[in-house]
């Protein structure tokens, strides 16, 4: 079968290889800031499976002053319903606020909190803090040194390979290995490289065979073809952290775990998502101009597995009202010839 991929690493066309065996790894959801919080992740589960747990994406701590409660509507047990166990992050360079926030998270019952150090966007890793601190392996080892002591809850870290250099992570690695962390999530690029460029899979088996704690792959995860070739080149890893695969595939999960179906009502289930995901925007937000602009950028993702996502793309993205938004994603959803025949089977 014809595999044609993006820029993003996309594959528009997976080959139909049926596997000889189901797996049941454990998938965790990616912390996409913009993209899979609290409405995301309802909606979502409701309509879709495979996802174990899900990372949230992080909450900033502001120096000396208090949280902003919008900052935590996120993580409020009340506002999370689907029932998938959810870990809170935090985006800290500052031990106290830290330790101020994460007590926060641990009172509203959290059991786990993650730190962030991959965030590769130059506003964030200027100021230090994201994936801008992993050239300072003595401030993150006196940062961890000051949590530990103080968290009443355990610690997980996602981190990438380094800022500049990927030889970074070797600075780290004992670094890590000297506290009782939960667990380390690796995404194996460095920040200068964004979401662009190969994944360093030699890199990450450094990382699986030295980090005493378990180790959880992230990075390009976008068919199951790529899992599959992951999962039997490391199969010590404690789990697999997908995040663009879901909104480019969101059947994906259910084909990793349960394998691809041999035929599916996909495109009326897609549909139905949504439509209730759109609703799910339409009470949080305050306007419909919060609502276009929220799924416009979906859109940037949902279109990558459409035969012709160049029209489509133009047509939502010049909707200026929900009504012509509506007519656009109705000439998408109508019209089979859009949806691939391997993806979508009636």
Same mark, same amino acid.
């Given at each position: 079968m014809h595999d044609k991929?993006? !820029?993003?690493?996309?594959?528009? $066309?997976?080959?139909?290889?049926?596997?000889?065996?189901?797996?049941?790894?454990?998938?965790?959801? +990616?912390?996409?800031?913009?993209?899979?919080?609290?409405?995301?992740?309802?909606?979502?589960?409701?309509?879709?499976?495979?996802? !174990?747990? +899900?990372? +949230?994406?992080? &909450?900033?701590?502001?120096?000396?002053?208090?949280?902003?409660?919008?900052?935590? $509507?996120?993580?409020?047990? /009340?506002?999370?319903?689907?029932?998938?166990?959810?870990?809170?992050?935090?985006?800290?360079?500052?031990?106290? !606020?830290?330790?101020?926030?994460?007590?926060?998270?641990?009172?509203?019952?959290? /059991?786990?909190?993650?730190?962030?150090?991959? /965030?590769?966007?130059?506003? &964030?890793?200027?100021?230090?803090?994201?994936?801008?601190?992993?050239?300072?392996? !003595?401030?993150?080892?006196?940062?961890?040194?000051?949590?530990?002591?103080?968290?009443?809850?355990?610690?997980?870290?996602?981190?990438?390979?380094?800022?500049f250099s990927a030889d970074e992570i070797k600075q780290l690695i004992p670094i890590f290995n000297r506290y009782p962390l939960q667990r380390v999530i690796v995404h194996p690029r460095t920040g200068v490289q964004m979401y662009t460029g190969q994944v360093d899979l030699s890199s990450f088996e450094l990382c699986l065979k030295e980090i005493r704690h378990p180790v959880v792959y992230n990075g390009d995860i976008n068919g199951i073809d790529i899992y599959d070739t992951l999962s039997k080149r490391f199969p010590d890893t404690s789990g697999w952290m997908i995040g663009r695969g879901v909104l480019a595939n969101v059947f994906l999960p259910e084909w990793i775990k349960d394998g691809r179906p041999k035929s599916h009502d996909g495109r009326n289930r897609f549909y139905r998502f949504h439509r209730d995901l759109v609703d799910g925007y339409l009470r949080r937000f305050s306007g419909p101009t919060h609502v276009l602009d929220r799924m416009k950028g979906f859109w940037g993702y949902f279109a990558l597995q459409m035969t012709d996502r160049r029209r489509i793309l133009k047509k939502i993205r010049k909707a200026n009202t929900l009504a012509i938004y509506n007519d656009a994603v109705s000439y998408a959803m109508e019209r089979p010839k859009h949806w691939p025949s391997v993806f979508f089977e009636s």
């Open positions: 991929r993006d !820029d993003k690493g996309f594959s528009e $066309f997976e080959a139909v290889t049926p596997r000889t065996e189901i797996v049941k790894e454990r998938l965790i959801l +990616a912390p996409l800031h913009g993209f899979t919080d609290v409405t995301f992740r309802n909606v979502y589960h409701r309509h879709f499976g495979g996802i !174990d747990e +899900a990372v +949230a994406p992080f &909450v900033p701590t502001g120096r000396g002053r208090r949280m902003n409660p919008s900052h935590l $509507f996120d993580l409020e047990p /009340c506002n999370n319903d689907s029932g998938v166990p959810v870990v809170p992050q935090i985006l800290s360079n500052n031990p106290d !606020d830290f330790i101020r926030l994460a007590d926060t998270l641990f009172q509203m019952g959290f /059991c786990e909190i993650n730190w962030n150090l991959g /965030c590769p966007f130059p506003m &964030v890793a200027n100021k230090m803090r994201g994936a801008g601190l992993l050239p300072y392996p !003595d401030i993150i080892d006196q940062m961890l040194e000051n949590i530990q002591k103080k968290i009443s809850g355990r610690l997980s870290i996602k981190t990438r390979l380094g800022r």
